[in-house]
């Protein structure tokens, strides 16, 4: 499918990525609790605001986010008289903010992230429960699990988004369905002179880039945990060093730097994109915050469903963004009030898509969206993927996941002794 709509306002870098970098290089704090007692909020309830005495209730967001919410914020103010004072913080450390402040009373009624910092959130006891009723069907479900931990609704979402494959059609002008075929449609265009890269996807100098190269991995058959009978994963069931994964391995080897140089170890993300934008290759592994560029390139390109790798589907990881109450709010009432029937509705997410691009986790807001083919197209390839694992023991994955993989790369090691090793390594991790 080519495209030519345009995402709104598209940025430079996701907000779920910048959590996931934050898992992985924060230290684990020491729970202080488990969830909280606090009631869970409810869609439906018609609570009496003024006897609350509430004044203004403060949300932590990023500054991206900030502009989108003045509306929502100004009609809860008119209609409540109650302000929602918008605290624009330092994403790459409010994670860890939040969970250090929320205990002492200094934190905020609520905050903006992605889906993967539930666990955290939970074990820590700095968040309390949503209880969406009714609106919870108004909602993708995928987006809905991502949000769920331990049987309860832990966050309002706002915003599903995956990687997909990006095709230049000016140089391969056909979708492939397996990484072999993209492979060889990249060689040749590289043989005929149309392109220096035959394939690009960005790779963190220390730690590699797992979450991109996850489709081409779970295709083979490997993934990170089980899941536990609600659906959820299973931290005690660490899947990621089983046979799958060392097949997975040894292609990593054979796709990298002393091997086809599919998969270059130099390959910044940054510098994959310049060459995507300057037609230096047919295929960019990326997600949406990257295609306002590569529309405003003039680049003519499709949105292509992930290559398999492997006889299973290439499943993406999905993040979700939403917003999340306080556990220890002062103003709980009217904070529950103004996620659970002002946040859920279709003008607030509605403007959440305007700032950001990024698909709306409301069904409603998404099918106004999916009218632009690049929407629909993540879309697709988003409800066949698989939430990113929020349970806090990812946290114990990401290092060794992510140095291994680009060691193997960089042609370093044995792949079958040094998946093994990493599988041990974040095992201990986790009991620890």
């Not at 330092?90 to 666990?119: E, M």
């Not at 690049?374 to 993927?385: L, Q, R």
């Not at 939430?387 to 060794?400: F, K, L, N, Q, R």
Request: charged share 20%; aromatic share 8%; glycine share 10%.
């Amino acid at each position: 499918m080519k495209v030519q709509n345009t995402l709104t306002n598209g940025t430079s870098r996701r907000v779920f990525t910048a959590g996931a970098i934050s898992v992985a290089a924060a230290l684990a704090l020491s729970a202080c609790g488990g969830a909280a007692a606090t009631a869970p909020a409810t869609a439906t309830a018609k609570p009496d605001l003024k006897a609350s005495g509430a004044s203004t209730i403060t949300m932590w967001v990023d500054a991206e986010r900030a502009p989108a919410l003045k509306d929502i914020t100004a009609k809860f103010q008119a209609d409540t008289g109650i302000a929602v004072k918008l605290v624009v913080k330092d994403f790459a450390a409010v994670r860890d903010d939040f969970i250090t402040q929320v205990p002492t009373g200094k934190g905020p009624d609520l905050i903006v992230g992605p889906h993967d910092w539930v666990g955290k959130f939970v074990q820590n006891g700095v968040i309390a429960p949503v209880e969406l009723g009714d609106k919870k069907s108004e909602f993708q479900d995928s987006s809905i699990k991502a949000m769920t931990y331990n049987g309860s609704v832990y966050g309002v979402p706002y915003a599903i988004e995956n990687i997909a494959l990006l095709r230049n059609t000016a140089i391969v002008s056909d979708p492939a369905k397996t990484l072999d075929e993209v492979v060889a449609n990249g060689k040749k265009a590289v043989a005929d002179g149309k392109a220096k890269f035959p394939f690009l996807v960005g790779m963190d100098p220390k730690q590699g880039d797992p979450y991109h190269l996850y489709p081409l991995q779970a295709s083979m058959g490997s993934q990170v945990f089980g899941k536990a009978a609600d659906g959820g994963y299973d931290p005690k069931q660490l899947l990621i060093g089983d046979a799958s994964g060392v097949a997975f391995a040894k292609k990593l080897a054979a796709w990298g730097d002393k091997g086809e140089k599919i998969i270059n170890s130099n390959i910044t993300g940054d510098i994959a994109k310049e060459k995507f934008l300057a037609g230096e290759s047919p295929y960019y592994l990326t997600g949406p915050w990257n295609v306002p560029d590569v529309q405003k390139k003039g680049i003519k390109f499709a949105v292509d469903e992930l290559p398999t790798t492997g006889d299973q589907p290439a499943q993406p990881f999905i993040g979700v963004n939403g917003f999340f109450i306080s556990a220890k709010s002062a103003n709980a009432l009217a904070t529950n009030e103004f996620v659970t029937n002002y946040l859920t509705s279709e003008a607030a997410q509605d403007s959440m898509y305007k700032a950001g691009g990024r698909p709306p986790a409301l069904k409603a807001s998404f099918d106004k969206a999916a009218s632009d083919p690049v929407v629909a197209a993540f879309g697709k390839i988003g409800a066949n993927g698989v939430p990113m694992p929020a349970i806090p023991e990812m946290s114990a994955v990401w290092a060794d996941w992510g140095a291994t993989e680009l060691a193997l790369i960089k042609g370093q090691g044995d792949p079958a002794a040094d998946w093994a090793k990493m599988a041990a390594s974040i095992k201990s991790k986790i009991k620890g």
